[in-house]
């Protein structure tokens, strides 16, 4: 491995512990457990993928795959899990176990690739979009793109929500495979807005000038609470212009690595201050986050900005006390093509030296993007199911019956374009920090527009050059 690997194997360590543009999952670790060991090494051959799944003797090939998630989230991964091993896997001989490692769920694996103890790395990772620097270079990483455009495979590009693909390509390939997807969202308490007869605001000015009339007329403590982090601000900036905007350099690190803000230089920023300071000068936005989730449920606020994967805990928190919704987050300019850009995790393959365990990898990775396993996030997590065909099952069916809120993610991520895509952002916990603390100064009234401004590229500026200067690109 170059120095230029491991040193960015050093960093990535380090940063790897950043916020997650969904909200990662917080949890205790619950006592993982190491990769297999035992399995027979083949000599990598660099031909095409092969598609055995068995280790050519009649034995199981035993995976591990793993992953961040818990509470909820965990339940449906390990229900995924045993359905895979239960079907395709039991009709394949391939059994996966999976692992949890404390949210990112990276630092094993930086540690392993240091000294490429293969024994120690998963077959499968769930990654965020922060932590694919992490493996984006790795001479281990199995691309996606030469299993999904294979004739064997079941599961297309085409399946998939497109700009999830897209999200999860560099170069027009896809590194890894879209699995636990959210949005960005507004959540609006309609019994406020029909108090001051207005409808969901669809513009950032627009939401504006309500805000004091939600204070003035309801019960309504703040007109908007919304913490603005680097999750919140890539949303406004990927969702403006008629077809989408970058927040990087190099299509937002997905053609070729992010090096700088294009966000500065295209205008889109200032944009989105421009409007932004008339949130701010309503005098009803709370621009820190407490208990976002029980202050909306208690009619606190008249409109919250966060992910969908929280729909079904404010179902439950409201239980009917008044009347709420979803909708898209209102755009910097009408015109602009809005929607959100796929927030979240996607699944990625390591090559351990066995072939038949990449071939059965593949096989568990397009089943977990499979109708019958994406549609277990949608009720119980709000995920947003990726194949485009879990649309068309009765569960999917029922679950949109039951929780009709469910279904305006994904009519949210389906209006947006290939470019409405996260950003492969370097150093991410240090320039989320930076936009974090800049956005609540201008929130709270300490730093103008332009010193907002200023400290937002400014402060990016530094944490890609350290970056960088830690890891040299070649």
Not at 126 to 134: A, C, D, W
Not at 232 to 255: K, P, R, V
Not at 336 to 352: E, N, Q
Not at 379 to 387: F, K, L, T
Request: glycine share 8%.
């Amino acid at each position: 491995m170059n120095m230029k690997k491991m040193a960015g194997l050093l960093l990535a360590a380090s940063i790897a512990a950043g916020l997650s543009a969904c909200g990662g999952q917080d949890g205790n670790d619950t006592g993982s457990t190491t990769a297999d060991a035992g399995q027979t090494t083949v000599a990598r051959s660099g031909t095409e993928p092969a598609m055995e799944t068995t280790s050519g003797r009649g034995e199981t090939v035993e995976l591990t795959f793993w992953h961040s998630m818990d509470s909820v989230f965990a339940e449906i991964t390990e229900k995924q899990i045993r359905l895979f091993n239960e079907t395709v896997g039991k009709e394949k001989g391939i059994r996966v176990t999976g692992v949890f490692q404390n949210w990112p769920g990276t630092d094993a694996l930086t540690a392993a690739m240091s000294t490429d103890d293969i024994a120690n790395m998963p077959d499968v990772i769930q990654l965020y979009g922060e932590s694919v620097s992490i493996v984006r270079d790795y001479d281990r990483t199995v691309w996606a793109e030469d299993y999904i455009s294979g004739a064997d495979a079941t599961l297309k590009k085409e399946d998939l929500i497109p700009n999830t693909v897209a999200s999860h390509s560099i170069d027009g390939k896809m590194v890894g495979v879209p699995w636990g997807i959210s949005a960005l969202m507004l959540y609006y308490n309609q019994d406020y807005l029909e108090q001051i007869g207005s409808e969901v605001p669809r513009t950032i000015d627009e939401m504006a000038k309500i805000l004091p009339e939600l204070v003035a007329t309801t019960d309504a403590e703040y007109g908007l609470n919304v913490r603005i982090n680097e999750f919140e601000l890539e949303n406004w900036i990927a969702t403006q212009g008629t077809d989408g905007t970058y927040f990087g350099n190099n299509e937002s690190g997905h053609a070729g690595y992010m090096t700088e803000l294009a966000c500065d230089k295209n205008d889109s920023l200032k944009k989105f201050l421009d409007e932004w300071e008339k949130v701010v000068k309503s005098g009803a936005y709370k621009p820190i986050r407490d208990s976002i989730n029980e202050e909306f449920a208690q009619g606190m606020h008249g409109m919250v900005i966060m992910t969908s994967s929280r729909i079904p805990t404010i179902a439950g928190l409201v239980d009917g006390s008044f009347e709420w919704g979803v909708a898209p987050i209102p755009v910097v300019d009408a015109a602009d093509v809005g929607g959100a850009y796929p927030s979240g995790s996607g699944l990625f393959m390591l090559d351990r030296d066995n072939e038949a365990s990449k071939a059965a990898a593949w096989e568990f990775v397009q089943f977990m993007a499979s109708p019958e396993a994406q549609v277990m996030w949608l009720e119980g997590a709000g995920y947003i199911p990726v194949n485009l065909r879990t649309a068309e099952l009765d569960e999917y069916k029922a679950a949109i019956a039951a929780e009709s809120r469910l279904q305006v993610p994904y009519d949210t991520l389906m209006m947006a374009t290939e470019k409405v895509v996260p950003a492969y952002v370097p150093n991410s916990s240090t320039t989320d920090s930076v936009i974090k603390d800049a956005m609540i100064a201008f929130g709270e009234g300490s730093a103008t527009k332009d010193e907002t401004f200023q400290a937002i590229v400014e402060g990016c500026e530094r944490a890609f050059a350290d970056y960088y200067r830690a890891n040299p690109i070649n």
